[in-house]
């Protein structure tokens, strides 16, 4: 199983987000968008017209993960903007088939996401209806939080479910994940690896992605 590192530009400088995205364009393979409303999560970051230019100014496809209410609403206009992956919060759709369709429709992969909190054994059913699930390994809304253990059975679990589909879903995990975490989540089964201050907040950001897969790929 191929390891994507995914580097998270809610640690970049948002004053500098092409020259940021410019900083891991040979290195990752996404870049990962965190797009928050204040009202899913207590923050508030961007939305689509910021996710429309760096799509056009950034070498690297968009993994746009959308922590926000009402994702039915405003997902298909991710895809539209050109994001290559779409994710979506399972707490917050409430038509998550048809929105997970329609993104695929549109020519993005789909995703679902998890908080913590939120087991996984009840959207095994949908795993054909997505292309990557997202376990959060924080609860959502800010960089730099530390990984939570906790999460590493579902992450297994997750896995294990995946496998006894025929779907072919990537398993992400987002949230804390550093030099210190990655071989745990890799081990556990993860396969798509979201990092914000692990990548952003260092000093050689594309160095820190190489060392990142490096360790994941253990
Ligand atoms: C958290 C976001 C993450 C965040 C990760 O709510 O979804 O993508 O940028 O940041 P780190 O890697 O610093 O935990
Ligand atoms: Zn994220």
């Not at 999560?41 to 009402?70: F, W």
């Not at 903007?81 to 994710?87: I, K, P, R, Y």
């Not at 939080?145 to 072919?168: C, E, G, M, N, Y």
């Not at 990537?170 to 550093?178: C, E, H, K, N, T």
Request: with cysteine; net charge negative.
């Amino acid at each position: 199983m191929a390891i994507q590192i995914s580097p998270s530009i809610l640690s970049a400088d948002f004053a500098h987000l092409a020259q940021e995205a410019a900083a891991v364009a040979d290195s990752a393979d996404w870049l990962h968008v965190d797009v928050m409303d204040n009202h899913f999560v207590p923050n508030l970051t961007l939305g689509l017209p910021i996710v429309e230019s760096l799509h056009k100014a950034a070498a690297l496809p968009l993994d746009c993960h959308l922590m926000i209410e009402d994702p039915d609403r405003w997902a298909p206009a991710y895809a539209e903007a050109g994001a290559g992956s779409v994710t979506i919060h399972a707490e917050a759709a409430k038509s998550p088939v048809r929105t997970l369709r329609e993104i695929r429709r549109l020519g993005a992969r789909a995703g679902l996401a998890l908080n913590p909190a939120t087991p996984v054994e009840p959207y095994a059913d949908l795993f054909g209806e997505l292309d990557m699930l997202l376990v959060m390994s924080v609860d959502p809304g800010f960089g730099g939080q530390k990984f939570l253990d906790v999460v590493l059975p579902k992450i297994r679990r997750a896995r294990q479910l995946i496998r006894s589909t025929d779907a072919a879903v990537w398993l992400q995990v987002d949230g804390g994940v550093s030099a210190e975490t990655i071989e745990r989540c890799a081990e556990a089964g993860a396969d798509v690896f979201v990092a914000g201050s692990a990548v952003y907040g260092q000093e050689d950001p594309a160095a820190a992605v190489d060392a990142l897969r490096a360790q994941a790929e253990r």
